[in-house]
């Protein structure tokens, strides 16, 4: 399997705050990369799929971006709801996710 | 709007077996492939398995051989059947739409399902 290494484990910011995660593979995978949201005792929402493609309805203040083997996530001007779990996952093999980010406030 | 409504989950002894359900609705399920993905209690996201538009099923390692995912098109509703169960399985199991083209993008999921494998 495609082992995919996600850092940091954790961060702390503040509202308003760039902050960005990365997302590494374990080999190439092109722009099979996605992104997902996780609040707790909810399910994951899908926010980037395909590397850098914004599904709809998610605002523009979240992006993502790398191809191949490296990938990041950067939320520009953290809000308040923004303060969640996020994972990475690579689909060009069997799926496999990254160990997540928890995003707490400072 | 989508929505998928999975049930089933209890708590089940080491070796024991457990049918989970998920009930579709909002969209052309006979055309989307679906999934299956669990999370251990404080853990990350585990892909279990799959199942195309056409039946092709799939799954993860750790489910060969003893898990089996299907579908039931007339009832919009995606099943996961496991068998000799394992402490390692405990977890809330979600399911997943997946993208028409196949891809494994998860893009609507359930509320989950918790799992809990003990004596």
């Known amino acids: 399997d495609i082992q995919m290494t996600q850092s940091p484990a954790s961060l702390s910011a503040s509202v308003g705050d760039r902050i960005t995660i990365t997302c590494q593979a374990s080999q190439d995978l092109s722009n099979s990369l996605n992104w997902y949201q996780q609040k707790p005792g909810k399910a994951p929402n899908l926010l980037i799929y395909d590397g850098s493609n914004l599904e709809p309805g998610v605002p523009s203040r979240f992006s993502g971006g790398g191809s191949g083997t490296h990938f990041t996530f950067t939320i520009s001007g953290l809000q308040p709801e923004d303060f969640a779990t996020y994972y990475c996952?690579?689909?060009?093999?069997?799926?496999?996710f990254g160990g997540g980010t928890k995003v707490d406030i400072k | 709007e989508v929505q998928l409504l999975e049930s089933g989950g209890k708590l089940v002894q080491p070796g024991g077996s457990l049918t989970l359900s998920c009930a579709a609705s909002?969209?052309?399920?006979?055309?989307?492939?679906m999934s299956w993905v669990r999370q251990a209690p404080g853990k990350g996201l585990e892909w279990v398995s799959g199942i195309s538009d056409s039946d092709i099923t799939s799954y993860a390692e750790s489910a060969k051989g003893r898990f089996t995912v299907s579908r039931d098109i007339s009832k919009s509703t995606l099943y996961l059947q496991m068998n000799s169960l394992r402490a390692e399985d405990t977890a809330v199991y979600y399911c997943a739409k997946q993208f028409l083209s196949g891809d494994r993008i998860f893009d609507s999921w359930g509320q989950g399902t918790l799992v809990t494998v003990s004596s």
């Open positions: 996952q690579q689909y060009d093999d069997v799926p496999t």
């Open positions: 909002g969209f052309m399920f006979s055309s989307y492939p």
